[in-house]
């Protein structure tokens, strides 16, 4: 009776300690990877090329504006940007990003003519004219990263986001505005001192491909191309997205990056005006190459 016993009981331990053994095995080999948050503050030296179509009063054909050549708008600035992103383990991630572009100048003697539909309303700015320019631009980038190819030093992902970009036009001058049933040069008659401005989003979603490359410990390369056209109802658009750069580890959690970005949109927005006017359609086209400066924290 006691050697059933005591073989019972050494039969009990047995399985206990295997138990044991399997369950601390399973545990090891599905560890939980780290999650990351990655704050980015820094600032980009923008060389800005901005156009929005317009209509020749006299000539009654529509051209391209420039805001820099024709309305003294600032072409080079150093503007902020922000940078957030979460890593949810060495595959997956969310993004968030943020840039500024903010301009406004003047000039007192408008050289070229134009007339603007904006808000379905078209005014007319005759040359000799005093006007002040604003252009503000905000644009921000949120989106959803996967790594689908990784090695040692280096990853290779897709993204799939969305840009948002909030515009804000505005003239101040001697502005004229076009009556239903007036012509192209009747509408310049009436030109009163004014405000006129016009506040658009334009949400572009886009595609694209980024990747990493760890070349010396402490030292990556970093590149990210985003790239998406969209057409419908009464509106058109499109971007290019494309950036590279080199990232140093200067501690742990503190990072330095260089890069040089190229952004370039193209929204049409068509306003539905009667055939009377020939007036040009609210475009802008906008776009901005230079390079980036960074540091980052990593928690």
């Not at 949810?88 to 840039?99: A, G, V």
């Not at 903010?102 to 539909?117: C, I, Y």
Request: net charge negative; glycine share 8%; charged share 20%.
């Amino acid at each position: 009776m006691i050697k059933s016993v005591a073989i019972f009981s050494l039969g009990l331990l047995s399985s206990s300690v295997f138990a044991a053994g399997a369950a601390n095995s399973y545990s090891v080999s599905a560890p939980v990877e780290p999650s990351e948050i990655v704050l980015k503050l820094g600032g980009f030296y923008s060389n800005s090329n901005s156009s929005m179509d317009v209509t020749n009063p006299v000539l009654g054909n529509n051209f391209k504006l420039d805001f820099e050549e024709d309305l003294a708008l600032e072409e080079s600035q150093f503007l902020p940007f922000f940078e957030a992103s979460y890593h949810f383990n060495s595959r997956h991630s969310i993004y968030f990003d943020w840039k500024q572009l903010h301009r406004n100048a003047e000039v007192q003697k408008l050289t070229v003519p134009f007339q603007v539909t904006l808000d379905d309303q078209v005014y007319d700015i005759q040359s000799g004219a005093r006007l002040e320019t604003t252009l503000n631009i905000d644009i921000a980038r949120l989106g959803y990263g996967y790594n689908f190819y990784q090695g040692n030093n280096f990853n290779l992902g897709l993204s799939l986001g969305i840009h948002a970009m909030f515009i804000k036009t505005a003239f101040n001058g001697e502005i004229g505005v076009c009556a239903k049933g007036e012509t192209l040069q009747q509408c310049a008659q009436t030109a009163t001192p004014r405000i006129v401005d016009e506040e658009v989003t334009a949400p572009l979603p886009d595609v694209g491909l980024y990747g990493d490359y760890e070349f010396s410990p402490g030292f990556k390369f970093n590149a990210h191309a985003q790239y998406f056209y969209i057409k419908l109802d009464d509106i058109r658009g499109s971007l290019v997205d494309i950036r590279a750069g080199v990232e140093a580890e200067i501690t742990k959690n503190w990072h330095m990056s260089a890069a040089f970005n190229y952004y370039k949109v193209d929204v049409d927005f068509k306003h539905g005006m009667a055939d009377e006017l020939n007036v040009a359609d609210y475009n802008l086209y906008y776009s901005f190459i230079g390079p980036m400066l960074s540091v980052s924290y990593r928690f």
